[in-house]
Structures are given as C-alpha cells and as structure tokens.
C-alpha cells in the first residue's frame, strides 16, 4: 500500500515538475519594456516561444497598450477588429494557449505605424520545441540549463520512493 502511494506521488510529481521546467515567461522587451522605437522583431528572433510559455507587456499606464489582432491588421496597424480587446494594466500578461502565428500592437496614436511599437511571434506546439541554437551571452549572470532541476527532482523523487 506504502509502495502504492509512493508512486503516485513520484508520477504526479515528474508531472508538475516537466510542466514548470518547460513553462518560459518573457518580459517583451526586455529591461526596456513595450516602449516607442524599440525593435521588437530584433528582440523575438533569437526566442522559441511555445505553447504554456506567456508574454510580460510592462509599460506606464496610460502611456500605451496591447492589443492583439491579425497579421493583415498587424501589417497596417489597424486596432479594428480586435481579437481579444485592449489590454491597459500596464503589466499584461498573455498565456500563449495555442501554437500558430500571434500579432501584437499598440494602439494608441500612432505608436504602431510610425514608432515601431508591434510584435509578431511564431507558437510552436509544447511537443515541437526544437533546441535552441547556442549563442554567446553578454550577461555575467549564471545559467543553468533546466534540464539540472528536472535531474534534481527525479533524483529526489527517486529518493523518496525508495525511503
């Protein structure tokens, strides 16, 4: 019986942890944020978004905002009709659900058409994500490949289970 319910909580356990591991959270932007001038295609290039992962839109509010629409309305940064209404919160924060083709601009004044502020990303479903190329980083902050946490918890789980 003891044996029984350890195991399920070992399943249950790789589970949650293979879900979190792979789960990114991008802040759009960067440090500098959904801002004028800023080049969001650039920004987006080198990234693999995939389904779970969710996009962080920070900006003053007021200041700008985020609307998703479609890539003919993203091409003429056009705000009508909008898929899934105005975001204002200064602080979006868009769960990418589904793979495919996703649009985003801001609307106010002419921010989108004349000051750059539009961003289109590619969802690959969860169970396509290909290994991103190896890049060079800037950033003296240390990297751990996520695939150490994922050894960790098994390893622990493992350790459970057998106590």
């Not at 399920?8 to 790789?14: H, V």
């Not at 990234?47 to 003919?72: E, R």
Request: glycine share 8%; net charge positive; aromatic share 10%.
């Amino acid at each position: 019986m003891a044996s029984s319910h350890s195991t399920i909580i070992f399943i249950a356990t790789l589970v949650v942890l293979a879900t979190s591991i792979s789960a990114k959270e991008y802040i759009v932007g960067d440090g500098s944020g959904w801002t004028l001038d800023f080049d969001y295609q650039a920004w987006a290039k080198d990234k693999v978004f995939t389904v779970g992962d969710t996009l962080v839109f920070n900006y003053a509010p007021g200041a700008h905002n985020v609307m998703k629409v479609d890539g003919n309305n993203f091409q003429q940064c056009n705000i009508a009709p909008l898929l899934n209404g105005t975001l204002t919160s200064g602080r979006d924060v868009i769960p990418l659900k589904t793979s495919g083709m996703k649009w985003y601009i801001c609307g106010v004044g002419k921010h989108c058409e004349l000051r750059k502020m539009k961003l289109a990303i590619a969802v690959l479903p969860q169970t396509m994500t290909p290994a991103p190329a190896p890049s060079v980083s800037q950033s003296s902050k240390l990297t751990v490949p996520s695939i150490y946490g994922f050894l960790v918890a098994l390893f622990g789980s493992l350790v459970l289970l057998l106590a």
